[in-house]
């Protein structure tokens, strides 16, 4: 057994979450920090799993097809979700690398997963994304056609984790979580993936159970 070395900032995530948690009276163990790795090589990555992390979320199939595999063979038990959007023709490359994907927002994806997971007998976690903010150009499902996509995934024999969201940037987001959570709970899901460097503490206030942090974690990306 090797001692895990020390992170400063992933101490200061950890602690913050577990700050949030109980401020709301909630178990920090029901909250998953994801670290966003999107952008960074290897080489910054590692220290992180040296100290002992082992759940990652990268936005891109091809970038972590780069990256990854080496580093899962050197930590086995890494897990790795796609928080990305997902092209339906990359459907079956992202079963074969990711545990979870964060970005289920259209039906075509949900015909592409569940084919997908037929072809090869592996099956993900996958959170419905919702466009929460109903902003013209962001990724995710309209908030009024959320409960169909949820039926189609079932259907297909997607197992569904719960709903993700990116609020609208630089205002207040609590609304917005506090929405994506009422569906959730709406719809019988338990799962919330929602909460970023600048807001995790207030989506773990509002019942993330899973935390998306990139740069409070890496530094800026370049
Ligand atoms: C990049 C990214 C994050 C992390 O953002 P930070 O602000 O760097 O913490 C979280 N979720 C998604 C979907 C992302 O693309």
Not at 3 to 21: F, G, Q, T, W
Not at 42 to 67: S, Y
Not at 150 to 169: H, K, T, Y
Request: hydrophobic letters at 45%.
């Amino acid at each position: 057994m090797t001692v895990p070395a020390p992170h400063p900032a992933l101490s200061e995530i950890n602690d913050a979450i577990r700050h949030a948690a109980k401020i709301a009276r909630r178990k920090a163990n029901d909250v998953s920090l994801i670290a966003i790795s999107k952008t960074h090589p290897a080489d910054a990555i590692r220290p992180l799993l040296e100290a002992g992390h082992r759940l990652f979320g990268e936005n891109r199939v091809q970038e972590a097809q780069d990256k990854w595999p080496a580093l899962i063979e050197a930590f086995p038990d890494t897990k790795l979700h796609l928080v990305g959007q997902l092209q339906s023709n990359k459907a079956e490359d992202a079963l074969a690398l990711f545990d979870a994907i964060h970005s289920l927002d259209r039906q075509s994806l949900v015909k592409a997963i569940g084919k997908a997971q037929d072809k090869t007998g592996k099956r993900v976690p996958c959170f419905i994304q919702v466009n929460i903010g109903e902003e013209e150009q962001k990724g995710g499902c309209a908030i009024a056609e959320t409960p169909a996509l949820i039926a189609q995934a079932r259907d297909a024999d997607i197992e569904i984790a719960g709903l993700m969201c990116v609020p609208p940037l630089n205002v207040e987001p609590a609304p917005y979580f506090a929405l994506l959570a009422k569906m959730a709970a709406d719809n019988g899901l338990t799962g919330l993936s929602m909460g970023m460097s600048g807001d995790f503490e207030t989506a773990v206030q509002l019942g993330a159970t899973h935390v998306r942090v990139g740069s409070a974690l890496f530094g800026a990306r370049g």
